[in-house]
Every structure is written in structure tokens, then in C-alpha cells.
């Protein structure tokens, strides 16, 4: 080949490439401080007395994202359809599913790109990150005579609210709690499920000398039960309502030692075991082999994951439970963790907020889209959507026994910030160099805190708290 | 029309592309590099704030040593590989389309979401890669939970993908003059020998532009590892792409993540720069005065 041709094509498509690493991340400035601009301008009827009906002639074509595993992406498909049979020549509901991976990524570039889906689902914590003033998704108010409020108790409903303003609505309540694989405790011999951590090490046990690369409990994150344990040491919630830490870094490095021990003695999952067997990012446990085969015979996870990670195991033909909140040693507080489980909100942009928010009140509160949608989301919310299931016999089994253990367990509501991905990360990476012996507990939990110093300070001044 | 706009017309497409999706984005992340900026609210001015605070960040620079460990390792390995499999393919061998096909196909593939799935179940603990090594006695290896064992996946699924430079090594070989090797023969060289003075000499043009395009894609790899791995065990396979990645779209510091991509970039174009001076000493042109 000559010199100077393959020089120069060589050059050239280096140059490509090179440059094609720029262009992930460049962003659209142009795009930016327009989130705050526009709420309740988007064509809505500002009379509040029309039906939910596109302009004569015009089908409304509305968009609709989740994320889940098949069995939800499946229920919602079916109340979509039957929401469509229903509007056949004025409404037209689209849907767009996507798995646990990568939430936050899609939803905001989708969301800066302003091309977010009519009706979105919004994890809590983007309520105050994308509309701290109130004003970052449509006024739900715009559209209370096409969406029955009342049907929410209205404390509740204000964790839906920003510069009080109801922006979103809330499905549900979501409660961290454990959940057994009783038919893997069932073949190991064990009858009576541990309610402490004495007895789950004592369980343990057993489950390791079957198979010495067991971990009775798993979870998405790691971070989960260092709060959960820190909750019950101090009573506390990781941060106060004005966005301040409430644990120190002797706390942070009690949570590190405790789950260590824990982990040693095969209770809860080692950070070896899970980058092995899940991998290394925080993930949902319900399609995991190891968890499926009964190597994890239990998690601890939100209620509104317990439909999937039940119907996993019945697809084995094992069963999932709820069991009792286990407390350490000097507790000062029994229970657990809250937070609203996911919200619905309209977006600013849509063309069809009322068609949008008939479309919610079909699939959160009309009988029919409620059976359609079923328990796939978890706990509902909604007085008519909760009658509607006990009638209809979907709150039953697992599910069921999470609607009982939210009702009573003893909850501290997490901060909206809680689960700011610079928190899980820090937690995580630090808790791995402790376990792998890279870092000392009490370095590790330094690290921690200064990481979750330094975002806190970072947040408070976005949120001016 | 005129030949020159008539050429124009017929590249638009590929030109409005180049100017949109990758020009644009280009410059714009150099802007962005001195802001702080979260995709939802305003950028703003911090001037090299982000710079800085990059070469003082562990993890940025922790990035930077894996992915130069990942660049060393599988861009030799690969190139050798394909190589080795274009000097096979080059023999008059029966159905050698079908060779050549199915050994560009990993290629395509890429590291796709299937590919990841089918990575982890060969070198998950019970996976067929344990089980091979157990018929020698050896493992089973944690594969996934250590970072010697993360690395080498990483490594082993990049090398797998060595058929764009096979396909290029192919064509080179068939440029090698038959005379040449006929002269070798009757002067009774080995093949070994006419192998390395000849073959190789004439294709290190070859050689270099494999080696140049192979060590721009290892040093911004992103979807094998990211799909297969993640970070690692001790962020072993945390490469500087992911971590770009993690900055935007996890973290939303855009800011952070752009100066990031245009230091990876300088890098880069370094690197390229001092292949390209060290040419004139083993890359033999056609052309050359030499």
C-alpha cells in the first residue's frame, strides 16, 4: 500500500474515532434551565369542564413509560389494550417498558431531551430533582375533575407534592422488609423461620453445610441493610428533613463491621459472592439464577418487588414469605424503612394532559384497569384500586402478606434524596474495599462519609435547603 | 451540476451526520468541561474546576491505569490473533468463505446484551470454562469476583472480536507477491523464516493501521466490560469510558464527564502521535525512498 494513502487513512479514521469518544456526553446546553418553564401551558382546558376528549376529529396519541420484569410489563400491556378498546377513535395509549437497568439514565436524558413520555412512572426521589419548585412535570390539580383524588388519603398524597403543587402521584407505600424462600428452609429441615440474626447465623448453618456457597439473604443494594441497621441503632433516618446527615462516621463504621460478621457467617450476601453471582452494580434480585435456584433463599427488598421475586419461585414451585422484622442488639427503634413506592406524573410537554390523566384514572382507580393492572407495582395507594383487588382475590399469598406487614410495621420515611446514586455508590465501593481488606472499616467509613458529606452539601444547595 | 457538487450531494448525508452527531457534540463537551452541569438545570462557569479535580480523583485515575492495562493487553493479543487466523485462512482451504464468515461474526456481534449473557454463564463458577479446566485438575476460578480472573474475561471477549482486523490482514496477505515467496522457497528458506522476512516486512503497513485503529477502540471500550463485568471487583475493569459514562448519566455532574472524555481524548491523540513518529523505523512502504 502507498505510504501517503494509508497514512492518511489512517490518520483520518483515528481522528474519527477518537473524536467519536467527545460526543457521549456533550450534552445539549441549549436545552438547559428550561425545566422550570411552561407548567400548566400545555394546552390543557383551562375551563376544567370538558370531558377528557382531543379537539373533534383528533385521536390523542399519549404515551406511557414503566420499568419492571415481564410479569408487570405483561399486566400493563393488557390495561393499556383494554384502555384502547375502550377510546377506539379518540385516545390511543402507547407503552414503553423497560427493565430495572439504568432507570435514572433514560428517565433523564428522555426528560432534558424534552421528549419524556405523556404519562411517566417517576422514582420519588426525581420528584425534588426534577421539580423542585413544583413545576418540572404537569399541575396535577389542572386535572382533579378527570382524576378522583379522593380516593388518596390526603397526608399521603402530599409526598406527591413540590412547592406544594401535586405533581405527581404516588402508587403506593413501599416498606423494606425481608422475604424467605420457605420451601428452600423447608428442604433444609429447618420448620420454624429465624426472627433474629442469632437465628439466622444458627440457619445459616445448616443451609452452608448443604452448600457451603449460600447466603441466606440478598439484596439489591448493600447500602439497604447498613441503613436498615443504622436506623435501629440511632433511630434515625439517614438525613434530617432539611437534607443533613444524621450518622456520624463511628456509625457508618459500626454498619460496615456488623454486616461484615453477618456476611462472614453467611447470612447476608458477601460483596465477593454477589460481583460473582449478580454483579457489580445495584440490581433487582428477582430474575437471578443463584436466587431462583434457592442459593439465596431470601431478600431484602421493597414490598413493591415481592410480586416478582414471589412469582420467580412459584415458577419453581417454591414459595416466598414475609418474616419478621429481625432487631439488633441495643435497638432503639424495631422497624424498618418507608418511602412512597413509584409515582405517575403527566409530563409539561404533553399535548394531552386530560386524555393523559384519564388514562391514570383508568389504571389506578377504575375497577377494571385496577384487576388489569393487578399487585405487579405492589402496594396500592388508592381506597377503590385496594377494594378492588381484595374483591376480585388478587391480595393474596406473599402479596398479601405484604399489605398486613406494611399496615403494621413500624416505619422511618426515607428522605427524598435517599436514593441519590453518589450515596449507593460511595456506600458500596467502600464497603468492597473493606470486605476485599484494601481499606480498614474505620477508613472505609470515613471515605463514606465524606463522600456522602460532600453530595449532601452539593444537593442542599440545588434544593436551596 | 458540477462533479465537485455532485460529490458533495452523494457525501451529505454522511457530512450532516459527521456535523450533527459528532462535530457538534464535540465542541459542545468542551464548553461543557468548565461548567458544572447536571442536564437539568443550567450549566455554569467553573472554569477548570473539573480539570483539577480530575487529577486528583482515585477513581478517574484508577480508570486510567486499567484501561492502559486493558489497551496492552488486547490489542497485541488481538492483532496476533487475527493474524494468525488470516495466515490460516489465506491457504487454498475448502469452504473458506464459510470460515471467513463464521470468524468475522464475533465481530458483528460485539458486546451486545446477549453476548454478556453468554460470557457470564461460560465463566460464571459451574460454567463451561470451569468445567474445561477441571478435566486438567485446575479451578474452579472466580472468574467475575477477582480482579485478575475480571480482567481476563474482559480481555478474552475483545480478542474474540478479531475479525475486522482479520479481514484487513487477508487482504494484505493476498498483496504479497507469489515471486517472492517462490524466490524464498528455491533459495530454501523455512516457512518460519520466509514468514518473518518476508510476509511481515510487506505487511507492516498492514500491521500499523490494525495497530492504530485496534489501540483507539481498546482505549474507549465500553460495552463489553460495562455489560459483562461492570466495574470489578476493586473497579478492576472500571475503564475510563465507564467512568465517563457513570459521571453523566448516573451522577449528572456533565460537567466532570466531559472534561473526562476530553482528557481521554488528548490521551488518545498522544498516543496516536507517538505511533506515528515511531513509523519511519518499522513500517515499510511501497513508496519508500528507503
Keep these: ?465 | 451540476m458540477k462533479n465537485g457538487k455532485i460529490g458533495l450531494l452523494y457525501i451529505a448525508p454522511w457530512l450532516i451526520g459527521m456535523v450533527l452527531l459528532t462535530i457538534y457534540p464535540f465542541v459542545n463537551a468542551l464548553f461543557i468541561s468548565f461548567t458544572d452541569y447536571n442536564l437539568v438545570r443550567a450549566p455554569s462557569f467553573i472554569g477548570f474546576a473539573n480539570y483539577v479535580k480530575l487529577f486528583k480523583d482515585t477513581d478517574f485515575l484508577g480508570t486510567l491505569a486499567n484501561t492502559l492495562k486493558y489497551t496492552v493487553f488486547t490489542v497485541p493479543l488481538q492483532l496476533a490473533f487475527a493474524l494468525f487466523i488470516a495466515f490460516i485462512l489465506n491457504f487454498k482451504l475448502k469452504a473458506i468463505s464459510f470460515y471467513r464468515t463464521a470468524y468475522y461474526v464475533p465481530s458483528l456481534l460485539g458486546g451486545n446484551v446477549a453476548v454478556a449473557v453468554l460470557w457470564r454463564f461460560l465463566f460464571q463458577q459451574d460454567g463451561f470454562i470451569n468445567r474445561f479446566i477441571g478435566i486438567f485438575g485446575l479451578g474452579p476460578v472466580s472468574w467475575f469476583s477477582t480482579p485478575g480472573g475480571a480482567m481476563a474475561v474482559i480481555v478474552a471477549l475483545k480478542v474474540w472480536q478479531f475479525g475486522s482486523a482479520m479481514l484487513i490482514f487477508l487482504a494484505a496477505l493476498k498483496d504479497v507477491p507469489g515471486e517472492l515467496y517462490e524466490a524464498a522457497s528455491v533459495d530454501g528458506s523455512t516457512k518460519v523464516r520466509t514468514f518473518f522476512t518476508i510476509t511481515i516486512p510487506l505487511i507492516t503497513p498492514t500491521i500499523f493501521f490494525n495497530l492504530v485503529m485496534q489501540l483507539v477502540n481498546a482505549f474507549q471500550e465500553f460495552n463489553g466490560p460495562y455489560l459483562v463485568t461492570g466495574k470489578g471487583p476493586l473497579q478492576s475493569t472500571y475503564l475510563t469510558s465507564m467512568f465517563i459514562y457513570d459521571n453523566a448519566f448516573k451522577f449528572f455532574n456533565m460537567g466532570y464527564a466531559s472534561a473526562a472524555s476530553w482528557v481521554l481524548f488528548v490521551i488518545i491523540v498522544a498516543v496516536t502521535l507517538v505511533l506515528f513518529a515511531t513509523q519511519d523505523r518499522w513500517v515499510f512502504y511501497s513508496d519508500s525512498k528507503k
Aim: glycine letters at 10%.
Design chain 1, 1 to 465: 500500500m502507498k505510504k501517503n494513502q494509508m497514512k492518511a487513512t489512517a490518520i483520518t479514521l483515528a481522528a474519527m474515532l477518537a473524536a467519536a469518544s467527545m460526543t457521549a456526553c456533550g450534552g445539549g446546553a441549549s436545552g438547559a434551565g428550561t425545566a422550570g418553564a411552561g407548567a400548566g401551558a400545555s394546552g390543557a382546558p383551562a375551563d376544567g369542564t370538558a370531558a377528557a376528549a382531543a379537539p373533534s376529529g383528533e385521536v390523542a396519541q399519549i404515551s406511557f413509560s414503566w420499568w419492571g420484569n415481564d410479569d408487570r410489563h405483561q399486566a400493563t400491556q393488557e390495561a393499556i389494550d383494554a384502555f384502547n378498546a375502550a377510546h377506539v377513535g379518540s385516545i390511543v395509549v402507547t407503552g414503553e417498558p423497560s427493565g430495572f437497568g439504568n432507570l435514572e439514565e433514560v428517565f433523564a436524558t428522555r426528560y432534558a431531551g424534552g421528549t419524556a413520555a405523556d404519562v411517566m412512572t417517576v422514582n420519588f426521589p426525581w420528584v425534588i430533582q426534577y421539580s423542585p419548585n413544583g413545576e418540572g412535570f404537569y399541575d396535577l390539580d389542572q386535572v382533579k375533575d378527570v382524576f378522583d383524588f379522593s380516593q388518596y388519603d390526603a397526608g399521603f398524597l402530599d409526598s406527591g407534592k413540590s412547592g406544594g403543587i401535586q405533581t405527581v402521584i404516588p402508587y403506593g407505600q413501599n416498606t423494606l422488609g425481608f422475604y424467605i424462600n420457605k420451601s428452600a428452609y423447608d428442604r433444609m429441615g429447618i420448620t420454624q423461620l429465624p426472627k433474629t440474626f442469632e437465628e439466622y447465623k444458627a440457619a445459616a448453618q445448616v443451609f452452608t453445610a448443604a452448600d457451603p456457597n449460600t447466603y441466606l439473604i440478598v439484596s439489591p443494594t448493600f447500602r439497604f441493610a447498613a441503613v436498615y441497621y443504622l436506623q435501629q441503632k440511632t433511630g434515625k433516618g439517614e438525613f434530617a428533613d432539611d437534607l443533613s446527615m444524621n450518622y456520624t462516621v463511628a456509625d457508618y463504621q459500626d454498619a460496615l463491621t456488623w454486616y461484615k460478621d453477618l456476611a462472614d457467617a453467611h447470612v447476608f450476601c458477601s460483596r465477593k459472592d454477589y460481583i460473582e453471582n449478580v454483579g457489580s452494580e445495584p440490581v433487582s434480585i428477582a430474575q437471578n439464577a443463584k436466587y431462583i435456584n434457592g442459593g439465596y433463599p431470601g431478600v431484602l427488598e421493597w414490598t413493591g418487588g415481592i410480586a416478582s421475586n414471589a412469582a420467580t419461585l412459584e415458577e419453581k414451585g417454591d414459595e416466598l414469605v414475609v418474616a419478621e422484622l429481625p432487631v439488633i442488639d441495643g435497638a432503639v427503634f424495631k422497624g424498618t424503612m418507608a418511602k412512597p413506592s413509584l409515582t405517575f406524573a403527566i409530563s409539561k410537554d404533553s399535548k394531552y394532559p386530560r386524555q393523559a390523566a384519564e388514562f391514570l384514572q383508568y389504571i389506578l382507580n377504575d375497577p377494571e384497569g385496577v384487576k388489569l393492572m393487578g399487585t405487579k407495582r405492589g402496594m396500592v395507594a388508592s381506597k377503590a384500586a385496594q377494594a378492588t383487588l381484595e374483591a376480585d382475590g388478587q391480595i393474596t399469598g406473599a402479596v398479601k402478606q405484604a399489605y398486613d406487614f406494611t399496615a403494621t410495621a413500624e416505619v422511618i420515611n426515607n428522605s427524598p434524596i435517599f436514593e441519590d446514586a453518589v450515596f449507593t455508590n460511595a456506600y458500596e465501593q467502600n464497603y468492597e474495599k473493606f470486605e476485599f481488606g484494601q481499606l480498614t472499616a474505620e477508613k472505609a467509613a470515613q471515605a463514606i462519609y465524606d463522600a456522602t458529606a460532600e453530595q449532601v452539601a452539593k444537593l442542599k444547595a440545588q434544593y436551596g435547603k
